[in-house]
């Protein structure tokens, strides 16, 4: 794409210089007497000096603009887990329309922080990749995820009914399960879900049900999915 963009305003230009110089020679030069070749040469010569300009601040362009997109995706991205982080989904649900059907699932790991303390900081380093990978797996396309705090994670689906985020929550608490069935490490996970506008008339307060249905998984004894 980057180099038939290229091609394409360097014909232009090309097309252009040629225009110029027979317009040039046809309705200038007869005033004094020129030359065709010479007029038209002149022509295609102009917009071949024009064509390199444009094509350097155009690169020079591209290059900041992809620049520039790193930076904002490092700025959003946590760096452990690869997913997005708090300033992402903070700025990511600013733009969420208070009309339109969204869920939002909020994610714990049982356990992690006696867990955590029991093996060692880098062992938990490695669950939280682990738990983030079988999340983001299970979501696929249909929302994003976000790593909101320590070892708390949230799915962000939009136009999304609350039974079906339900099933996606059920799908990744019986995903984890399975990841650790033949290891010594037993994770688990609680998970809440709520959907606006059903348990919230916006996004904070759909926020707000959904960590609530979490605390409801971890008093009914944690490894389970309560919807509001």
Not at 42 to 49: D, E, K
Not at 146 to 163: M, N, P, T
């Amino acid at each position: 794409m980057k180099y038939r963009i290229e091609v394409i305003l360097f014909i232009s230009m090309i097309s252009t210089g040629f225009i110029y110089g027979v317009a040039y020679h046809f309705m200038i030069m007869p005033l004094f007497g020129g030359i065709a070749l010479h007029c038209i040469s002149t022509g295609i010569l102009f917009q071949a000096v024009n064509y390199l300009i444009v094509l350097f601040f155009y690169k020079k362009y591209a290059a900041l603009k992809q620049t520039n997109k790193l930076l904002h995706t490092n700025l959003e991205t946590d760096k452990l887990t690869e997913l997005y982080n708090r300033r992402a989904f903070d700025n990511h649900i600013k733009s969420l329309e208070e009309h339109k059907k969204f869920s939002i699932i909020f994610i714990d790991i049982d356990n992690f922080r006696d867990f955590n303390n029991k093996y060692g900081h880098q062992t938990g380093d490695i669950v939280l990749k682990d738990v983030s990978t079988v999340i983001k797996s299970t979501v696929d396309s249909e929302g994003d995820v976000y790593r909101y705090g320590g070892e708390e994670i949230v799915v962000l689906l939009k136009d999304c009914s609350k039974d079906k985020a339900e099933k996606i929550a059920e799908n990744i608490r019986i995903g984890m399960n399975k990841l650790h069935t033949n290891s010594f490490l037993r994770i688990t996970l609680s998970l809440g879900v709520a959907c606006h506008p059903e348990d919230g008339c916006d996004v904070y307060e759909t926020i707000k049900a959904s960590d609530s249905a979490l605390l409801q998984a971890k008093s009914k004894g944690k490894n389970c999915v309560v919807a509001c």
